[in-house]
């Protein structure tokens, strides 16, 4: 299972049953318009419950080439993919993890402090010429059900007000209420790639070529090509290089 598989699974199989969220959504779509339109952000509203989006776009949307609605756009899905779609892929990934680290997270918080917690992710997306530019993303559990299960989650997109370098994403879990950064145990999600994938991987780390790898693992270079496509796909990545540095950034390696 690859990382936005798990972050899909964990939170729209959460137990929803018997649960009237109607006044929340209600209440929820009101706070996503009044951020599109005094941030002029995109604002994503998304209802794990019922696995749809109500997306609002502020003045950013037609400057990072994602068309701008008057009115509130839904959709059948909690992942908007046409903006995921702008998004630096390695970054995407390193997002999909923190929102991943942070569901396990504020799944232990009380109910009632649950909004004081959010993902803040400082990352690059394409604009509307093609060009990467730096965005802040932010994400807040907007509304759990009386269960303990999560149901409304806002995004929020806007332009980055401190540029930071193309190839790095930053990002953090805070306490909005004390300030605190909130530091996140890794070892969760050691179980992402297979113990072999694991040990492929940290030989290609080594320079190994697969041939050299077949020789030494004992395996043929089939084999040795399916761990290979396996290990991008599961951590969302274009090559091994790509594969390496996440691997070792959520340590993995």
Same mark, same amino acid.
């Given at each position: 299972? =690859?990382?936005? +598989?798990? *972050?899909?699974? #964990?939170? *729209?199989?959460?137990? $929803? ?21 005094? +941030? ?5 509203? @998304? ?13 950013? /949307? ?10 509130? !756009? ?13 998004? !630096?892929?390695?970054?995407? *990934? &390193? ?24 993902? #803040? @992710? ?17 994400? $807040? ?26 190839? %790095? ?5 805070? #306490? ?12 969760? $999600?050691? !179980?992402?790639?297979? $113990?072999? +994938? ?7 780390? =080594?320079?190994?070529?697969?041939? &050299?790898?077949?020789?030494? *693992? ?10 290979? %496509?396996?290990?991008? &796909?599961?951590?969302?990545? !274009?090559?091994?290089? +790509?594969?390496?540095?996440? /691997?070792? /950034?959520?340590?993995?390696?």
């Amino acid at each position: 299972m =690859n990382v936005l +598989e798990k *972050l899909n699974t #964990n939170l *729209l199989q959460q137990n $929803f049953a018997g649960q009237d969220t109607a006044a929340a959504l209600a209440y929820c779509q009101s706070i996503a318009a009044m951020y599109a339109r005094l +941030e002029n952000a995109i604002s994503v509203l @998304s209802d794990l419950q019922n696995n749809r989006s109500y997306i609002y776009t502020g003045k950013i /949307a037609p400057a990072l080439g994602i068309a701008a609605h008057p009115a509130m !756009k839904e959709i059948d899905s909690i992942w908007e993919g046409e903006i995921f779609n702008r998004i !630096k892929p390695d970054h995407l *990934l &390193e997002k999909h993890l923190l929102e991943l680290k942070f569901f396990h997270l504020v799944g232990g918080v009380p109910v009632a402090e649950r909004c004081d917690y959010q993902v #803040n @992710s400082y990352l690059q997306m394409q604009d509307a010429a093609g060009d990467y530019v730096p965005v802040q993303h932010r994400m $807040f559990y907007l509304h759990s059900n009386s269960n303990g299960s999560i149901n409304l989650a806002l995004c929020l997109y806007n332009f980055a007000g401190n540029p930071h370098p193309a190839d %790095q994403y930053q990002g953090m879990i805070v #306490n909005t209420s004390t300030g605190k950064v909130i530091t996140t145990d890794n070892k969760r $999600f050691s !179980k992402i790639l297979s $113990f072999r +994938e694991k040990q492929l991987l940290q030989l290609i780390r =080594n320079g190994k070529s697969s041939k &050299e790898i077949a020789t030494q *693992l004992s395996i043929s270079i089939n084999t040795v090509s399916r761990h290979r %496509q396996n290990i991008l &796909e599961k951590l969302h990545v !274009k090559n091994s290089i +790509e594969a390496c540095r996440i /691997a070792e /950034a959520i340590e993995l390696l």
